[in-house]
Nanobody
Framework: QLQLVESGGGLVQPGESQTLACVGS??????IGWFRQAPGKEREGVAC????????AYAASVKGRFTISRDNTKNTAWLQMNSLKPEDTGVYYC??????????????????????WGQGTQVTVSS
């Protein structure tokens, strides 16, 4: 069973930046997705990256502000978040081995199809 560990969450002010990391032995051959869940809301995908980094995809709500990347030699994927907004608040999860891309013009990376999940890290954007 693949184990993923997220880190880097915390409290930031609106407009600031934060970087999350996801570490997991064996992720180098797998697509990685980042998801978030706000209180009372469903988990939503925000960004994903394929194993060789040739393709990344982003939800419309974060495109242009978030950047997903990875370094397979370090078994690590990152989510760089810039210009953070209060609505970005939530628990952020990384997950492995699911689809990544766009379908019908929209971001496609359904959580139900990802096999392995981290425990999540809280991101709070508030002044």
């Amino acid at each position: 069973q693949l184990q993923l560990v997220e880190s880097g969450g915390g409290l930031v002010q609106p407009g600031e930046s934060q970087t999350l990391a996801c570490v997991g032995s064996g992720i180098e051959i797998l697509t990685i997705g980042w998801f978030r869940q706000a209180p009372g809301k469903e988990r939503e995908g925000v960004a994903c990256i394929v194993s060789d980094s040739r393709m990344t995809a982003y939800a419309a709500s974060v495109k242009g502000r978030f950047t997903i990347s990875r370094d397979n030699t370090k078994n690590t994927a990152w989510l760089q978040m810039n210009s953070l907004k209060p609505e970005d608040t939530g628990v952020y999860y990384c997950a492995a081995a699911g689809p990544c891309g766009y379908m019908a013009g929209g971001y496609y990376s359904p959580a139900r199809e990802y096999r392995s999940w981290g425990q999540g890290t809280q991101v709070t954007v508030s002044s």
